[in-house]
């Protein structure tokens, strides 16, 4: 496969390796860190000042549907992903113990070994296969376990794919579209409720598990509210990891220099490289805060700007972490072991930050590596058709669908160092 813009050295210097494969169109006017466009939305580009956005305790979760959840009952519990406040930060600070890097290594590790090889047996025995199902498998048994989805009927792989649909359309009573699209997604979460919740929920009340949904049904908890914690978990912890993998492998076999440095490198030295893969090509291109009180941001050049109460802010991820301001020179290039200014890691603001920053940092990143440093000890593994590229609005996530991989024998090499 060819390189992208570089040779096979310039990783060593500032020039980095190939550039970005996946396009997004968000156009920032002027090129401002920080704008307010026609529409009214502010639109943050900048490093900084999206850090300061996504920290504040005067901006609050807007987008995702979050319109819909605000109108149920006050009695219903909404997910962690619509709270903001002292609640929500209460109930990060408890189930923070489920992601932290020492248990994911301890808990999780052996189990995302186990599903990538039996994958890659698959893989091995066919010869060819999709690489979105091969990760969408691994991805899925690892998030049910960190969950407790671990008493799930047949299917649940279906299921999550009619969950999430490569598109969408919006329900509605208006027309005959909106009705067929609401009543699907009852449908769906009816079929994940009684396949996949129900029978979890109902284990574990007879005997209590170290997992996320005995958390829950100890902070009282119904099964209807135990849904939607665990579809928002499914969410980010399914299908951006399984967009993700398609990401970092296309860089890896579309340039053989990048791919030699990984293969060289120790587990710790390829997370880093994965994490900056992950800078240069966010799952999440978009978030949105609303302001409830004045918010300062660091303005270019040190002036600042006062965005008001009630407005709505995009941050850009995107652009976010094109910024060299923080991330150095060459930002649009994959550059392992790029420094970053003022405290900033690897993969940028791809997580999020502040009191919303995604908690499964550490087990995306090692169940890609785990997969993909015995993918790629493969003999003859090979790209035998690049990903289609999608989009999902609103939070401008790409979508990699029929990329597809072969290998041209049964015999495994030996993996790489751990």
């Not at 603001?349 to 993909?372: N, Q």
């Not at 015999?411 to 751990?418: I, N, V, Y």
Request: aromatic content about 6%; hydrophobic content about 35%; proline content about 6%.
């Amino acid at each position: 496969m060819p390189l992208v813009g570089g040779g096979v050295g310039e990783g060593q210097g500032n020039r980095g390796y190939g550039c970005r494969r996946i396009q997004r169109e968000t156009a920032v006017a002027d090129g401002c860190p920080v704008s307010r466009g026609a529409d009214g939305v502010w639109r943050v580009s900048g490093y900084d000042e999206a850090r300061t956005v996504l920290r504040s305790t005067v901006t609050v979760q807007a987008g995702l549907g979050i319109e819909t959840v605000e109108k149920l009952p006050a009695r219903i519990r909404r997910p962690v992903l619509y709270r903001d406040g002292p609640e929500h930060r209460e109930h990060r600070r408890q189930t923070s113990r489920f992601f932290t890097p020492r248990r994911v290594h301890e808990h999780y590790r052996d189990l995302m070994v186990g599903v990538a090889e039996a994958r890659l047996d698959q893989l091995r025995t066919a010869r060819q296969a999709r690489l979105s199902d091969l990760s969408f498998d691994l991805a899925i048994e690892v998030a049910c376990a960190v969950i407790g989805l671990t008493d799930s009927k047949p299917g649940i792989k279906r299921r999550l794919e009619r969950f999430f649909p490569e598109e969408f359309g919006t329900p509605g009573l208006t027309s005959l579209h909106g009705i067929r699209w609401m009543v699907r997604q009852n449908t769906n979460w009816l079929r994940i409720y009684f396949g996949d919740v129900r029978p979890a929920v109902r284990a574990r009340r007879r005997e209590r598990r170290d997992d996320l949904i005995s958390h829950l049904l100890d902070e009282g908890c119904s099964a209807q509210e135990v849904l939607g914690e665990c579809l928002t978990f499914a969410a980010a912890g399914m299908v951006t990891t399984r967009e993700f993998i398609s990401a970092a492998a296309w860089h890896l076999f579309s340039e053989p220099g990048l791919l030699a440095h990984y293969r060289s490198l120790e587990e710790r030295g390829r997370l880093d490289l994965l994490g900056e893969i992950l800078r240069l090509e966010p799952v999440i291109g978009r978030l949105s805060r609303r302001t409830t009180g004045p918010l300062d941001l660091p303005g270019d050049g040190g002036g600042a700007v006062t965005v008001p109460a009630g407005e709505r802010i995009e941050i850009l991820v995107d652009r976010v972490n094109l910024d060299e301001r923080t991330v150095g020179p060459g930002a649009d290039r994959v550059r392992p072991g790029r420094p970053m200014g003022d405290g900033a890691g690897a993969p940028g603001l791809s997580f999020g930050d502040g009191p919303h920053k995604c908690p499964g940092l550490h087990v995306a990143l090692l169940e890609t590596d785990v997969f993909l440093s015995r993918l790629f000890a493969l003999p003859g593994v090979r790209m035998t058709a690049p990903p289609q590229v999608g989009f999902i609005d609103g939070i401008e996530s790409y979508e990699l669908r029929h990329c597809t991989v072969a290998v041209d024998t049964a015999e495994p090499s030996a993996p790489m160092a751990s």
